[in-house]
């Protein structure tokens, strides 16, 4: 709608570093287009809570054309981008529209990986998207209700029985979550199962729960799991997952475990835009499908093009790979946009350099474990931090309030409110004779 | 599980009248059962503003467990009556259970009505579910991104064209939010449309809209509703609705407008429950579907079946008939547990007497209608007494002090952080050319 040579900056992905870079650029002399699939950004380290009916989806999720409205250098587009002309400078979507750069950051992100067993997708949802959560919230409150209704002990027992592959953060947090809702949410709600004899396994092939912290906070982490009523399995490999259960594996044999509910965190893999940048750029990939790229973050011979965050392969000057984690990719946002200004003015910008703040993790109600430069933190001040610093990430600030208020009502309740069964199967899956089934009158 | 003789009690439905009945035999000595198809209450006076971006689902739902959490004589099964075995007191389930009852209160409300167009249902969702209220959000949303990436001008026109059938009280509050939305919601978005040029079509075909209130409130409302940028059309009846578009017939004729976004809010049926009902018990069936109850909401032969709410067709002493409102199904849910009481102590209850509290509409941001006994109300005032109402009825205290918060966050920024597209189909269904198309850089 204008003349070129006004410098036109596309960004694929409205994650951490995507919004990052079009915000850095507020005051830059370029035309920003921000393509996303979703409308909306979403806050994903809380996307837990909604899976285990602690909030709902708008309440971490921030409308990306809100985010952008007085920003005017910013234009967002919902499309899916399937392809790159990187000789013509030009994104192609789904849709069969294109769109031309000058300077193109790829910040697709990463989905969830199954190392291969794609056919465990349908059986074990992963926790990526907001319908993921809400996939995971129905599969665990319909699990409940099963079990109420299930007159067999031994398929009461598989409906009791939660597995979590994976003791990565969001495995752990996941499970510490399902253990409050089994221990504490749901007391009182039935007549006939005891919530509280759910079987919640934490599944790690690792020899310890959250490998990239230290050894003495995975350690923390274990505990404060099993005080929530998980049983921690490292060491453990599961080989198959099947509807009715799934097949484990560790250094003694391996074991059947009868369980109608199984949850995936157990691994990621980029997004394909990496393999279309492998295929158009000739850029090289790690064994995730992260694309390498140079000190400046830019695709070898293409500093037209960055890659920033869970899709890009970047080490530390110490040899460390740069974690797929929010303040990486924010950082990543931060510098491809100064070096667009940079470029912009004539001038140039050392190489990007990662700053580790320290990692958190949260194990349920008032528990988490913290490691911050050489601070190590657990149990309830690590998560009075971990909580002060989620709600400073979060974008908008009615969405802080109404979290902070929902927090502290759950903390002081033990209350989920947002445990709602919806989507397509919303009944339990069995049946049985329940004539002589009532429960006792008030004395 | 316990000796009979205590009386059981089967509810099916957890709206307001089933839930209402079984609150009120709290200190009774019968053991109930909740039956709903769905695992919570849903606030249906406030849905539209879910499906309007303004309020989360979990905001407006409460688990139906955990509000009978405390009263042990309730017991809560998720399952879907299919049928009723009136000779052997047993309701039958979708999944082949059965559940015996010595007193039965048939509580399953309504459904969205397309009066024979049954094909209309997939272009015009109504607002009934929560997922109703989701798709209805999702394809809202998506119509003015779709009108965005739109290149042909009359395409974009159908895009940014909302028609709202039917001028009830829901079709009322639709199209009031609806142009809200157009006109302060989404005001700054977008780059290439103006959400203001929208179109939002209210159409009724009687005279005025809101016609069971006063003739003076409806003439209120129908300025309220110009004021938001509503073309509320009276008197005019819709023919056919297509994916691009609907007919309408007036007294001058019929006319085509090209619309991409229909909503359903012209009239509702009663549960099939109620066929159910006529064919084992012979129960008498009005027109839509209700089925006519006894002076004390008891089938015609069957004193120990009730029928309340929205499934039943009650005329008062004056011969009007009981509205299908929330109040009206409390009052009744009240009545038919205090029934079942007298009657274990072998007493007796004079026939239910409906007791008209008043109508309430609201039409978009601080503007509503309030006809209650001899008073009238529009504006401010009333939209004030109806947030007071709305708020006091809501069931779980959590959720009354976060739907404030939202309130009054939405009232003073006229924000709808909410406006979320999730589901299956999340992009808009348009292509174009988009090269050429840039934002402009911040000068």
């Known amino acids: 709608m204008q003349d070129s040579p006004t410098h036109r900056v596309v960004i694929i992905g409205g994650g951490f570093g995507g919004l990052e870079t079009a915000r850095a650029l507020k005051h830059a002399p370029v035309a920003i287009t921000l393509i996303d699939r979703r409308n909306f950004h979403l806050f994903q380290p809380l996307l837990y809570q909604v899976a285990t009916a602690g909030l709902s989806p708008g309440e971490i999720a921030a409308p990306l054309r809100g985010i952008f409205r007085r920003q005017k250098n910013v234009e967002v587009t919902l499309a899916e981008v399937i392809d790159v002309d990187v000789a013509g400078r030009r994104v192609l979507f789904s849709d069969g529209a294109a769109l031309a750069y000058d300077t193109l950051i790829v910040a697709a992100g990463a989905r969830d990986s199954y190392f291969g067993h794609d056919d465990w997708q349908a059986i074990a949802p992963g926790l990526k998207t907001v319908e993921d959560a809400l996939e995971i919230r129905r599969r665990v409150l319909l699990a409940f209700e099963a079990a109420e209704r299930a007159i067999d002990p031994a398929a009461r027992s598989a409906w009791l029985t939660f597995v979590v ?34 079987t919640i396994l934490l599944i790690e092939g690792a020899e310890r729960v959250l490998p990239p912290f ?32 799934v097949t484990v594996a560790d250094s003694k044999g391996t074991e059947q475990i009868p369980a109608r509910t199984v949850l995936w965190a157990a691994g990621v893999q980029a997004s394909p835009l990496g393999r279309v940048l492998e295929a158009r750029a000739g850029a090289a990939l790690d064994r995730a499908g992260r694309v390498i790229v140079e000190p400046d973050l830019s695709l070898a011979g293409h500093p037209e093009i960055f890659v920033i965050g869970d899709l890009a392969h970047l080490s530390s000057a110490d040899g460390k790979l740069v974690p797929g984690v929010a303040p990486a990719a924010m950082q990543q946002g931060r510098y491809a946009a100064e070096l667009i200004r940079r470029r912009l003015a004539g001038e140039s910008l050392p190489a990007f350099r990662y700053q580790d703040k320290g990692s958190l993790a949260t194990i349920g109600r008032a528990a988490a474990v913290a490691s911050i430069g050489p601070l190590r933190l657990h149990g309830f001040l690590a998560w009075v931090m971990w909580l002060f610093i989620h709600l400073l990430y979060i974008v908008e600030f009615e969405s ?27 009944l339990p899956p069995v049946a049985g004779e329940m004539s002589e089934r009532h429960p006792s009158p008030n004395s």
């Open 165 to 198: 592959v994976g003791g990565g953060p969001t495995g752990v947090e996941l499970a510490g979550a399902l253990g409050e809702i089994a221990h504490h949410t749901l007391r009182g709600d039935f007549r006939r199962i005891d919530p509280t004899e759910a």
């Open 214 to 245: 230290p050894p003495d906070l995975s350690e923390q982490a274990a505990v404060a799991l099993r005080h929530l009523g998980v049983t921690v399995r490292t060491g453990t490999k599961v080989t198959d997952i099947r509807g009715d259960g």
């Open 400 to 426: 802080r309030l109404l979290i902070l208020i929902q927090w502290a009502w759950n903390y002081f309740t033990r209350n989920r409110g947002t445990r709602l069964i919806t989507g397509k199967d919303i």
